[in-house]
């Protein structure tokens, strides 16, 4: 063990030039001891020469002289080279990471109440260190360090000290080496909390330093660049929509907003609408003002009133802010009005201002534009989200930027096309493209250049629109920060898996520990916040409204690239893999081989990506590596060489299991992309922080599992929350997974079995999943399939949520009971999955159903009231070719979706005539209806 400790580390070592002849001096002795050692191992063991008893323990005695001394050497070189160490385990990056705290705070408690016998004397300085990094951890929580840039010297020591803490620990250490480190780190977080309490006396009087500050950053977003001339494309219908609401409506004060990610028009078609001389005519008073990231309540009431004021501004800055506040309030008092506040990013800077607009009934309205939608939703009661711009508004707007009312030379217009559609739909980077275009000359052979490398060209002719992106991330509170750069790893334009994206987070330690919430849970308002930013696309919803995938815009992605490479947070490599990189996480997109360089250091915390060849990568020098993705390599060909050391590996995306996978004791998320079916191991009834496990072509329990299973032998409690897909064949397999009694999600195959005690076939139970709370049951049919005596209901516990029920052929009482089911919100039948031609639903049934989906059934009559539904959102028919849409479900509130695909004409018919009586009553005025908007889609 101490040996393995010391080889260990020496290959840990940074080579400095003060110590590398040193280093090689101790490798040299290193290998002689070795030498010796086979030499004397081979003459006891296989010389046929006779050895002396005498000769033999003097030579012994030499050899384990000279271990000692060479122990003893190492140890030495170890001590000195401890001062050197924390900068190589330590990534150099300027993202601030506050929730690494959180994660070493979990690893040392779990220390503490281990009993490792290496720990045993230094629990109560472990202890001390605990106590330490939670105070220093408490007060950081409680700092926005936007706010106070000072204080991010101590953020950054902070987080080195965490960073070396981990690597103490995980370093195979024996008791000689942690008496020694562990006072000196304890040492390091005394003196900096110390400083640290010193500073928060200079925080909390600190007011003329954050003061400083918002003048500061007004003083920058006041450069904000100019991005053209307010000429509207693709926005007419919304334009004509938000003047109406503006113009009409109650006579009460109502909130507007208009929301999206910056550059795509919200400003440029407010300036429009304010700008209409109808708005002129309809109200008494028009005002503007632009709020900004970092707002100061003083300069919007002098904006407003300058706006709508006949007083001179010179006058209006002499008053003082109470005095501001009563102008403007009187100004406004019984005069129908309309001012506009443009890039608001909080709801602050409405609720400082908001007792300035009195509402006397006549109709004022204010208008908000902002990059956040929560914004707008919170206190707004319309909220206009704007769209893209299709491919052929886009060159309709770049075509008007470049060459203005004349036509684009027939040479150029397919090239112009191609620019166009590469733009993405931001009007932002139509105009920023358009302004190289306009001095570019009219050459085909450029324009195809430029083509090609768009993002280049415009970076190097005009920053404006990267500085106008970059105002967003900079506006992110810190922990949302390295959640944005993380989606750096990723490919341009990629649909990345929400699922994924917030276990990578979780895995990171990216997500802070909030009590009674779920590190997982925690990720997802994280993503939520991001999206309502408009930083962040959805790409794909869930059945229930959730979100399934989601991207960046090609803009927003190469801004998320260049911060994350200028603060050394991520580098996305794509040609050479080199051992010299830095930065603590890897994207490997490369598609060749690699050179003989690659990636390797204590700095590296995450790889991602394609690696051609996984052999080639000393995972032994990975050791604190936390993500490890090969999802995109087969693994079949190759061994991780070194990799049973990763101890600290949290997530990890294989093509198979890895053999070393029981040494992965920190490991929670597991994803394997197998293409045929693989076989869980025992180990992972004992693997305690596995929490999510995800096999792509299917997995089964192991036959020494099923056997340790059925024997009763006792296991260590597991977390597997989430375990998908698994075959159950038989009892055996039912009893196997009893052992996961914390599942919440589970997807199987499963067949009819011989049930021993109970003397019949029976489906598999389900009704010790306590937790249970998303289920779906591919059945494969059998020739005992008609001898069921047990049905698939009686094993469905009553907290289900989410249910999806596959080739089942389910009998209409079963259908009653699963009706029944009180938190049922999702319901998916697919492929015969009920029996008969005729569907009966009752009252009291389907009382949360929210989405329902009817996949290749085969009834030809559905008997229903809308009160059998009361909540349903969402109805989705797939390949049905037999019934009609009962025209009551049209009477349901809550319906906003039918969507009818690959179906039958009568199953088309009957939806149109659905829509169509629901636009009858519109037309009647029949305003009650809650479903009013009803959307219908119909495809082939």
Not at 17 to 26: D, Q, V, Y
Not at 513 to 525: F, G, H, I, Q, T
Not at 655 to 665: A, D
Not at 725 to 733: G, K, L, Q, R
């Amino acid at each position: 063990m101490e040996m393995k400790f010391l080889l260990i580390f020496l290959g840990d070592t940074p080579s400095q030039p003060t110590e590398l002849e040193t280093t090689n001096k101790i490798l040299a002795d290193i290998e002689v001891v070795a030498n010796e050692t086979g030499s004397f191992l081979f003459s006891f063991f296989f010389s046929t020469n006779r050895i002396s008893m005498t000769g033999m323990k003097r030579t012994l005695s030499d050899l384990l002289g000279n271990v000692e001394l060479l122990k003893e050497n190492i140890k030495k070189h170890c001590i000195t080279v401890a001062k050197i160490l924390p900068s190589g385990v330590t990534p150099k990056t300027s993202v601030v990471l506050i929730c690494l705290v959180d994660s070493i705070l979990d690893y040392l408690n779990d220390l503490m109440n281990n009993k490792d016998d290496r720990i045993f004397d230094l629990k109560d300085q472990i202890r001390t260190i605990h106590q330490e990094l939670m105070f220093l951890q408490s007060f950081l929580s409680d700092i926005e360090v936007e706010k106070y840039p000072e204080l991010e010297e101590f953020f950054i020591r902070i987080r080195d000290i965490a960073y070396e803490v981990e690597y103490i620990i995980n370093s195979f250490a024996p008791v000689w080496y942690l008496t020694l480190r562990i006072p000196q780190v304890m040492e390091k977080i005394q003196l900096v909390s110390t400083q640290f309490q010193e500073k928060k006396k200079m925080y909390d009087a600190g007011l003329q330093k954050n003061a400083e500050y918002l003048s500061q950053q007004v003083s920058l977003q006041a450069q904000r660049p100019h991005i053209g001339d307010g000429k509207i494309i693709g926005l007419e219908d919304m334009q004509f929509e938000i003047k109406s609401e503006l113009c009409g409506g109650t006579s009460t004060l109502q909130i507007i907003s208009i929301s999206g990610m910056p550059g795509i028009g919200k400003t440029t078609l407010a300036k429009n609408i304010y700008h209409d001389v109808f708005i002129h005519q309809y109200f008494d008073i028009c005002g503007w003002c632009v709020v900004s990231q970092t707002y100061e309540r003083r300069k919007m009431l002098i904006d407003i009133l300058t706006s709508i004021s006949y007083v001179g501004r010179d006058k209006i800055l002499y008053m003082n802010d109470d005095l501001l506040a009563d102008r403007l309030y009187k100004s406004l008092k019984e005069r129908r009005y309309v001012i506009f506040m443009d890039d608001i990013w909080n709801e602050n800077a409405w609720l400082d201002i908001k007792l300035c607009f009195p509402d006397d009934n006549c109709g004022s309205r204010i208008l908000f534009t902002s990059q956040n939608a929560n914004v707008g939703m919170i206190y707004s009661s319309i909220n206009y989200p704007l769209r893209f711009l299709t491919d052929g508004e886009c060159w309709d707007l770049l075509q008007f930027k470049v060459f203005n009312n004349e036509q684009c030379p027939p040479v150029l217009v397919d090239v112009a096309k191609k620019i166009a559609r590469n733009c993405g739909g931001l009007p932002l980077i139509v105009v920023s493209v358009a302004s190289v275009l306009k001095i570019l000359e009219k050459e085909r052979s450029l324009w195809m250049e430029f083509a090609e490398n768009i993002t280049s060209y415009i970076s190097n002719e005009t920053n404006d629109y990267m500085n106008i992106l970059e105002l967003s991330y900079n506006h992110l509170p810190m922990h949302l920060k390295p959640c944005f750069l993380y989606f750096g790893a990723f490919e341009k334009n990629k649909k990345i898996p929400v699922q994924k994206l917030i276990m990578l987070w979780a895995a990171e330690g990216f997500v802070q520990k909030v009590e009674n919430w779920s590190s997982e849970d925690m990720a997802k308002e994280y993503l939520f916040d991001l999206i309502n930013r408009s930083m962040v696309l959805v790409v794909k919803r869930t059945s229930d409204g959730g979100i399934k995938a989601c991207s960046l815009h090609g803009a927003m992605h190469d801004m998320c690239l260049r911060i994350a490479e200028k603060d050394n947070f991520m580098k996305v490599m794509k040609d050479q893999l080199s051992i010299y990189e830095e930065h603590q996480r890897l994207s490997i997109q490369s598609r060749s081989t690699p050179s003989y360089s690659r990636p390797f250091g204590l700095h590296v915390r995450s790889l991602l990506g394609n690696l051609p060849d996984p052999s080639e990568f000393i995972f032994s020098s990975l050791k604190l590596l936390k993500v490890l993705d090969l999802s995109t390599t087969d693994m079949s060909s190759y061994n991780l060489t070194g990799s049973g050391v990763l101890t600290v590996l949290k997530f990890l995306s294989v093509s198979s299991i890895p053999s070393s996978i029981e040494s992965f004791e920190s490991l929670e998320f597991l994803f394997v992309d197998n293409k045929e079916v693989v076989e869980i191991p025992a180990i992972f009834l004992n693997m305690v922080k596995l929490r999510h496990v995800h096999f792509s072509g299917g997995a089964q329990f192991s036959e020494s599992l099923r056997k340790q299973a059925t024997k009763g032998e006792n296991f260590l409690i597991n977390n597997i929350q989430n375990l998908s897909s698994i075959f159950i064949n038989d009892e055996n397999d039912e009893k196997t997974l009893r052992f996961f009694p914390f599942l919440r999600t589970l997807k199987c195959r499963i067949i009819v079995f011989w049930d021993s005690f109970e003397n019949c076939y029976r489906y598999p139970a389900f009704d010790f999943l306590n937790h249970l709370e998303s289920l779906s049951v591919s059945f494969l049919p059998s020739y005992v399939s008609d001898d069921i005596s047990r049905e698939i209901n009686h094993g469905l516990k009553w907290n289900i949520r989410k249910l999806t029920l596959r080739n089942f052929d389910l009998s209409w009482k079963q259908m009653n009971i699963i009706g029944m089911l009180p938190k049922l919100e999702v319901l998916k039948l697919r492929d015969d999955a009920i029996e008969g031609k005729t569907w009966y639903t009752n009252e009291g049934e389907f009382q949360k159903l929210r989405y329902l989906e009817l996949d290749a059934v085969q009834i030809k009559h559905w008997n229903v009231s809308s009160d059998h539904f009361p909540t349903l959102e969402r109805l989705v028919l797939r390949s049905c070719q037999h019934f009609e849409i009962p025209c009551d479900l049209g009477d349901i509130p809550t319906l906003a979706m039918i969507e009818v695909h690959g179906c039958a004409k009568s199953v088309e018919v009957s939806t149109l005539q659905i829509l169509e009586k629901q636009r009858e009553k519109q037309r009647e005025k029949q305003r009650d209806m809650e479903n009013e908007d009803l959307k219908v889609i119909i495809s082939h």
